[in-house]
């Protein structure tokens, strides 16, 4: 699926693929806070609870903050979304978790009129022990119904 994202995903994910070696995925040790200054306007940090289903923000973007209101810094993802959207993201935390492996270019809400995707998300795993998803690296990127601006 990462031939549908756009530049800054396919960068951001080939960022994440860089740090992590030969390990199934980084660990959030590994991933430089000066590096990701392209995409940290746009992204999240999430805490991956014990039981690999609730997860919590440790980190939110500027702009993720702007679109969604408010600061859900550590508050349960699920906090500042509507219903239908929360359910969504909730399934992409939760796919990653279980498989280890990220989501990406996954549409996570349409326009007003329910016809163009209004932004699309990417889910990236992290581990401290190379193994369990314990923090997990989200990107949202408001696209107007364009993935090429991703």
């Not at 199934?24 to 040790?29: F, I």
């Amino acid at each position: 699926m990462l031939e549908r994202c756009g530049p800054k995903a396919v960068a951001l994910y080939h960022y994440w693929n860089s740090r992590r070696g030969n390990r199934a995925m980084p660990s959030r040790l590994d991933i430089d806070p000066v590096e990701m200054r392209p995409w940290l306007a746009r992204i999240t940090l999430a805490d991956v609870g014990a039981d690999g289903q609730h997860f919590t923000y440790r980190l939110v973007g500027t702009q993720m903050v702007d679109l969604l209101g408010i600061n859900p810094t550590g508050q349960a993802v699920e906090t500042p979304w509507p219903d239908d959207v929360a359910n969504l993201v909730l399934d992409d935390y939760r796919a990653v978790t279980e498989t280890g492996a990220p989501v990406f270019c996954h549409q996570v809400c349409t326009d007003a009129w329910n016809e163009r995707p209004g932004a699309w998300s990417m889910r990236l795993p992290l581990s401290s022990n190379g193994r369990d998803v314990d923090v997990i690296l989200g990107y949202l990127s408001d696209n107007v119904g364009m993935l090429s601006q991703l």
